[in-house]
């Protein structure tokens, strides 16, 4: 296991079509995390799952974003109808809620989507 | 409102000489805060967090409740230290928040 993977690394997409990415957390790990980053700024929590229910989705999440964890391994996030404010980074991370360091998230190397 | 701040966006520094990085939360609770960092074309990753009161690459951090502070401090830095450096605290409804983030660039 080489830790948390995401596919694809990099995104390029006209605006108005939809984008789906893909997340593998760590394969112990019962909860996975969706955050974003911008320039300049911190990631921001969009969403997170433990096994495969969704527990919370942050306001930054509107309509057109939709995630799943089916099977309580990988995660998707689709974004519908990209738009240019939706260029960023796109982080998951995965954690072992009951581990011995509760809430250590380890983060995977990203997806930069470019909405053109 | 709760919110990370890292009053610097940049802080250069010279080999040997210490380091510090400025941190403040708000948050009204006594949350569990971190400091993460990001290598240069490498991931996130977690340097150290208060409970755990470790010193990690050197560095070390401690939780002033009064001051609402978590500053990340290294008596001599390297330069290897040069990276993204986040502050981040837990919040009770585990979600993480993040500051903005200081760049730390260490000069020769």
């Known amino acids: 296991d080489t830790g948390v993977s995401q596919n694809p690394r990099h995104k390029i997409t006209k605006r108005g079509q939809n984008v789906t990415f893909r997340c593998d957390p760590i394969s112990e790990h019962n909860r996975l995390y969706w955050y974003r980053q911008t320039l300049g700024q911190g990631p921001e929590f969009l969403t997170y799952?433990?096994?495969?229910?969704?527990?919370?989705k942050s306001r930054l999440l509107s309509d057109r974003f939709s995630a799943e964890r089916p099977k309580g391994s990988f995660s998707t996030l689709e974004i519908q109808r990209t738009e240019q404010g939706d260029s960023a980074m796109y982080l998951c991370a995965s954690s072992l809620v009951g581990g011995k360091y509760l809430h250590e998230q380890y983060f995977g190397p990203g997806t930069r989507l470019t909405v053109t | 409102a709760q919110r990370v701040t890292q009053p610097e966006k940049l802080l250069s520094v010279f080999k040997g000489a210490p380091v510090e990085l400025k941190c403040n939360y708000s948050y009204s609770g006594s949350p569990e805060l971190f400091w993460y960092v990001q290598y240069s074309r490498q991931r996130l990753q977690l340097l150290l967090r208060?409970?755990s009161r470790e010193s990690i690459k050197g560095f070390t951090a401690d939780l002033n409740k009064g001051e609402t502070s978590f500053h990340l401090k290294k008596p001599f830095a390297q330069e290897e230290d040069s990276a993204m450096y986040y502050c981040a605290f837990l919040n009770r409804d585990d979600k993480i928040i993040f500051g903005k983030g200081t760049r730390l660039h260490i000069l020769p």
């Open positions: 208060h409970i």
């Open positions: 799952f433990q096994n495969e229910a969704q527990l919370e």
